[in-house]
């Protein structure tokens, strides 16, 4: 998708009140704005189209009374800012249209890119749903985020993937859709970023197919252990990559586990676990490996469950650690850190304790 040009919306196109300003009532109408009349018309109607469906879509048994309260903030944050006076606008009339729970990400569409748009008011209340996300993304966190990340928005079934980040520019791309105004709102859980054009909706596979280029020569039933030491290496987690190449290279995994198809790898920070002997450090890194392919959000609908990992009889237990979730005890600080048909790769915080790993081999 093309981007769209980072233009200004004038100012006097809108008022701050929650409905858009008629054109009848402007004393000097400019013939460069003879466009604003049918556009109005149609955005009203389409206006009204949204609040009627988000009332009646909106559940009372999950009812969001500080919602009003968010978004009314959010709203006049967008207009002291502008170029984005219709998203603000949405906010106050159906902050149900973007807000579905404790944590949201809001994509504001800039004015001028919308008002470019021809699609029914159907169309357009998905469109913009597919602009929100059940989580909180501030710019802090996308910042961390690998390209490939893909996360999940309000339109059912259809999600939003980081195509570009570049930390040394500042560059993030959604849906190959630049930010252009970053954390344009931050209040809680809550973060609205503003982007040059719409997220293309047909650009949006499921997150579980969501693939980097395997590796020449790599059986595509297998795990590409290959590729999971060179992302775990170029993303920080150097010494767990060495202890994992180490044990790959003794055949161990291959040897054990001859059908393996898929794993969860739950990745430490550099430690010391390095430097321990051979069998020790087979038994560390094979802890942190769990058979099975484990998202954050299937890991979070398993809390208290207990999950084999590639130590027989030894297991962990998915749990709560200070509100957030966590393994055993240690907190996952980098969820979802690459995701691939074959594996998932979560950061934590330290690796897990092994003493009663250590007695048990004693």
Not at 42 to 49: E, R
Not at 129 to 148: F, I, T
Not at 168 to 190: A, M, R, T
Request: charged share 15%; net charge negative; aromatic share 10%.
């Amino acid at each position: 998708m093309d981007e769209y040009e980072n233009t200004q919306s004038p100012s006097s196109d809108f008022d701050d009140s929650s409905s858009f300003q008629s054109t009848t009532s402007m004393a000097n109408p400019s013939c460069s704005h003879w466009w604003h009349g049918p556009f109005y018309l149609a955005m009203s109607i389409t206006l009204v189209y949204i609040a009627f469906k988000s009332t009646n879509h909106s559940r009372p048994e999950s009812p969001l009374p500080p919602a009003h309260g968010l978004a009314f903030n959010a709203s006049r944050a967008l207009r002291r800012h502008g170029g984005f006076h219709i998203t603000a606008t949405l906010l106050q009339i159906s902050p149900e249209l973007f807000l579905s729970g404790p944590e949201s990400t809001l994509f504001a569409i800039r004015d001028p890119a919308i008002s470019n748009l021809t699609v029914p008011p159907w169309a357009m209340r998905q469109l913009l749903r597919y602009h929100a996300a059940p989580s909180a993304l501030p710019m802090a966190a996308l910042v961390n985020k690998p390209p490939g990340f893909c996360f999940k928005t309000l339109l059912d079934n259809k999600n939003l993937i980081i195509t570009k980040n570049d930390p040394q520019s500042g560059s993030i791309k959604i849906n190959n859709v630049s930010i252009s105004d970053p954390d344009l709102f931050l209040e809680g859980p809550f973060s609205i970023h503003g982007v040059f054009g719409p997220f293309d909706v047909d650009q949006s596979p499921p997150c579980d197919q969501i693939t980097f280029p395997e590796s020449n020569g790599t059986d595509h039933l297998s795990v590409d252990w290959t590729r999971i030491v060179r992302l775990l290496s170029s993303n920080g987690f150097v010494s767990f990559a060495i202890g994992l190449n180490s044990i790959l290279d003794n055949n161990n995994i291959f040897r054990d586990y001859e059908n393996l198809r898929c794993v969860t790898i739950f990745t430490p920070p550099n430690s010391g676990f390095i430097s321990s002997t051979s069998p020790f450090l087979d038994r560390i890194v094979r802890v942190h490996i769990l058979p099975q392919r484990f998202t954050y959000v299937e890991l979070s609908a398993a809390d208290n469950s207990s999950l084999m990992t590639l130590v027989p009889g030894y297991n962990l237990t998915v749990d709560k650690f200070s509100g957030n979730l966590g393994i055993n005890g240690v907190e996952i600080t980098r969820p979802d850190l690459f995701l691939s048909e074959k594996f998932v790769l979560h950061g934590i915080s330290r690796e897990f304790d092994v003493v009663e790993l250590f007695s048990s081999f004693i």
